[in-house]
DNA sequence: CTGAAAGCGCTAACAA
DNA sequence: TTGTTAGCGCTTTCAG
């Protein structure tokens, strides 16, 4: 009724407790047959080695390295708040994380990675800004054991381990299938993005697209706009939008700079008239929910993903769980009525 | 630059480990002097027990007691999985989960709640059906040291430590600001509930009503429905509905049984036309997303709220952390994008 | 009232 | 190739 073992096996393999450590260590200094009889039996016995035990024993610490951006802060602020507090919870299991940030999305990431291999780790969490570039490093690393999970975006062509992210083309799909019912059929929207250029904008956009045919019976994408991560374009190009097309129903924005057009359609006084859906939330966008000038924003949740990446890292490395190919997030949907429960409001 | 042990305290403090052991503990035979001294120097050091040696070393187990419902299924289940899945994780620090299930909500869970109490369990995950009823023995137990968390829907008159649950006011509400968005303004709609006896519908139908107010400009509720928990009344109660308010822009149903609604709209093909917004999420509803006859569902997430429950206190039991006095969790929005990626869907 | 010592299940160094 | 043994940090029992 109780848990087998490492003497249990060694009893019923009629050796002793250290051998059955080589056996199932595959270290050396152990006959094939003795090794093979091991096996089955723990097999046998379905045996898990007991985590508390194997921390509290080895002295061998889980060395995590985490590579993430410290700007944009209010979205890596939760994910680093996300990626710690989990690692504290298995502090006693000897995780320990080793944090090299970069400034901005991309900006001397491959220094920083080859920073933290050769610091020693055996997992690493990066969000990969250039994913081509570091596609080499990453599938280096995989094959000299190093697991990688990459985070928020993914680098798909490398050997990575996992990812953990909100699909970006279901989350142009969500916004389009909110948007549609927002507006009469036969709307007519805007999109406003970053950079097209940027994997993640060109899917959401394109899953927008998609969605917003699908769900909008004669509905029109009038046009899409860069706005090249520029406050002060997105102010301007907003306002030009808003002359230019006077029978505007709708606007999509799928970058972070949504601000500019809350201000250009307050000053407008069309708050409510079009409907505007954005994308991740942070503290200055509360007071554009109360004065009803954004409808609703699709969360990403960054501090769910850091933290799950983080737990699905952890517990492979200490106790072998599998980890998954793609860990996809939900992406959230947020209004006026639930802004006081999350995180980013506090 | 390592962890303070029991071993460096007694070394400060110049007496010997099971010394310190009583101290922190409070256990009996010895001097308050050497006591208070020691408490001191563990202060002073910022002593953390290391929470593998402790699960270790103690036989003690923690048990906690869970006592849910069967029925409905579809919820249940999935908040059982949230528990059991969360248990498992924690079972090599000695969390052990007794299960003494009620069929239903409410009923005779007092006995099943003593019977757990009997067992020696330290916590008490429990989903009170009849708070009022549960409330003395709550409190009693509680009295006794034994922690009791909530789930779902409170006991707030009791001394219970914790609860998690989707505030039900607020899903009400956001079920009213979806509603406002997708019918027009001086919209008439109708909520159709479950018993307004319970106090979760009562409130969640009261969230709407509020909420509706204040979004829907000239907006007006013409009616509240009891449906009283039957598929069959549920259907004929909307096939009146239908045939008596022509002018119908929207309903709300925050009870399971959704599915009527859905046959009733459909046969009268208003799927679309009519906006409806439900609660919860399971298996059958899914081809009336597709359908559009749905337009939305407030999820509350029941894997994710027993999931919480469990490790609040599990985490509370074997290490002190302190339990907040209740854990709201949000309410999420489902839509047709989204709909893989839950859990119900499978 | 206090100290010494035996484990909990596992790893790793050292003997044989 | 295999067995023995000393801890990891804590709890608990048994002496003093």
Redo the contacts with the bound molecule.
Sequence with gaps: M??P???EIARRA??????V??A??GR????K???EKILAIAKDLA?V??PA??A?????NVRIGVCIPREIHFFYDQMRAGIFDEARRHDSAGVEVVYRPVVKLGEGEAQKVKELLEAGVQGLLLVPGSPEALTPIISRAEDKGVRVACVSTDAPRSWRSTVVCVDPLMNGHLAAELMSKFVPEGAHVAILTGMLGTEDHRLKTQGFSEGFAEYCMGGRILTVIEAHESAKESYHLSRALLRDYSGLSGIYVNTVNCLPVCRALEEKNLSGKIKLVTTDLFRKMELHFYRNTIQASIYQDPYLQGQTALRLLAEHLVSGTPLPSAHYINPGVVMETTLPLFREMQ
């Design positions: 109780k848990r073992g490492v003497h009629g050796v002793s407790i250290g051998t450590d080589r199932l260590h050396a200094g152990i006959s047959a003795t090794r045996y080695p007991h035990a194997r509290l024993s080895a002295r061998r």
